[in-house]
């Protein structure tokens, strides 16, 4: 069976469904690992992408990661939040295989022509080609444990039930054990998320699993082949600095891979638009200058470099604007819900609780995010509006003239209210060059341009109570 496309839509399972079946028509028992190279192999033969949604990785990560995977290797990924780690791991889903027979009733999901315990093997026995068999989709076969300090080895290995040793079984029979999140990934995925939570105990516990491939249960020794690929994610600072993966099990994984931030502006736009939940239109410009400001918050010697600036920093800021243009245009009927750069502001407040500064800023982060945006701004402008002869706009406001906008003003009054121009045709080049299209994106573009005219202090701006003023 071959992997199909992330995206594709899920075909029935097949119709096979005893193990004589299985066994007439070729099915073999393929190790995880293989099968996860043989569907990357083919992936990458046929031109298709095994990572869709992961941007400005292609060089630097996928790489690595494809090397991982061809290997064979139990992997961790390193990172700062919010670099896209887990949206990576997830992604291995699609490496799968798109069904799976298992036994039915296996708690461990044995294949039925390589049964693992003893249980399994005795009805092979009993039951020959009759054994039932079921089918597994790819998505059931991806556990994510996020890693918490409360974790117990019951929940990653297994314990003894007391039930079962109640019913008459031995404490030494393999049938008295629940078997824990690992186990039970058996044939599967284990991503374990912000792995250095982990208690050292717990670790510990991991690294007969991870090398092994036994189970210790309170004494109890029970080999088992488990057939899992371990995958885990962890800040960079944890794992090196406060030393807390112990020196064993991080030897056990066999691919460490460092991620990052994009590193070009168009990935980043491109994180924005394919995670955030917008409820209005956001024009192209704003999304650019809102991946600007991201970038500069994540590059300023005020912010903790250690914390990161996360991608959901941008995503925030995106549904924010969008929900300022929301808001306004339920306020008044006739709006339509378009997001304008007098939006931009609103994301200062929302977003401070995302960065962390370093110690000597304190009191000083709103007037910090809130440069940084202005710089944003700026580059975004000169880019988009270099050229551009708007003498005729600073012309027009002849120290009598003003312009008010806002976060509740409607667009078309915006529109309604500017000023004749002697180049008349200066505010259509302004909308084309900002692909403004409709009332609302060509009174944000025209705002645009004013507030660049701000920043070069060609023009003054007067801002409070939602209202600004330009003159």
């Known amino acids: 069976m071959s992997t199909l496309p992330a995206d594709a839509a899920t075909r029935p399972a097949p119709s096979l469904s005893t193990l004589g079946a299985l066994r007439a028509a070729g099915v073999e028992a393929v190790p995880l690992r293989e099968e996860l190279r043989r569907n990357l192999l083919a992936a990458l033969a046929e031109g298709r992408d095994p990572w869709p949604g992961m941007h400005g990785m292609d060089t630097t990560v996928v790489p690595q990661l494809e090397r991982a995977i061809i290997a064979g290797h139990d992997l961790v990924l390193l990172g700062e939040r919010g670099q896209g780690k887990t949206r990576l791991l997830r992604t291995l889903v699609g490496l799968l295989d798109e069904w799976t027979p298992v036994i039915e009733g296996s708690e ?3 294949h039925p022509l390589a049964p693992i315990t003893a249980a399994s093997r005795a009805r092979i026995a009993a039951e020959g080609d009759d ?12 556990v994510e444990k996020l890693s918490t300090p409360d974790t117990s080895v019951a929940d990653m290995i297994g314990d003894v039930d007391p039930m079962r040793v109640a019913e008459g079984r031995r404490l030494g029979d ?3 054990i629940h078997y824990g999140l690992i186990p ?19 670790q510990v516990a991991l690294l007969n699993v991870m090398e092994e491939r036994d189970i210790q249960v309170r004494g109890y020794v029970l080999r088992l082949p488990l057939d899992v690929l371990v995958v885990a994610s962890a800040n960079p600072e944890d794992y090196t600095n406060r030393g807390r993966i112990i020196t064993p099990l991080k030897d056990r994984f066999g691919a460490e891979i460092r991620t990052h931030y994009p590193l070009e502006l168009d990935d980043e736009i491109a994180v924005v638009r394919q995670e955030a939940q917008l409820v209005a239109e956001v024009p192209g410009v704003l999304l650019e200058i809102l991946a600007r400001y991201t970038r500069a918050v994540r590059e300023s010697p005020a912010v903790s470099a250690s914390s990161g600036v996360s991608a959901r920093f941008a995503i925030a800021a995106a549904e924010t604007v969008a929900a ?4 306004r245009a339920a306020v008044n009927p006739s709006e339509e819900a378009v997001a304008r750069p007098v939006d931009l502001v609103t994301v200062i407040d929302v977003l401070r609780g995302k960065v962390e500064f370093e110690p000597g800023e304190e009191g000083r982060e709103h007037e910090i995010l809130e440069h940084l945006l202005r710089t944003a701004t700026a580059e975004a402008v000169r880019g988009h509006l ?3 002869d708007l003498g005729p706009l600073v012309d027009a406001f002849d120290g009598t003239r003003t312009l008010t906008t806002g976060e509740r003003v409607p667009a078309q009054e915006v529109l309604d209210s500017l000023p004749a121009l002697s ?7 302004i909308a084309q060059r ?5 009332p609302g994106a060509r009174a944000g573009a025209i705002e645009l341009a004013l507030e660049g005219l701000y920043l070069v202090r060609r023009l003054s701006k007067d801002s409070g109570d939602g209202e600004t003023i330009y003159g």
């Open 108 to 110: 461990l999901s044995e």
């Open 131 to 142: 054994l039932p068999v079921v089918w597994r989709h790819r998505s059931e076969r991806y």
């Open 174 to 176: 393999p049938e008295t």
């Open 184 to 202: 039970r990934a058996n044939r599967g995925i284990v991503a374990l998320n912000e792995l250095p939570d982990l208690a050292e105990r717990i």
């Open 324 to 327: 300022a243009a929301r808001l």
């Open 386 to 388: 270099a050229g551009l």
């Open 423 to 429: 180049d008349p045709g200066l505010y259509d080049a």
């Open 434 to 438: 900002l692909d403004a299209d409709g």
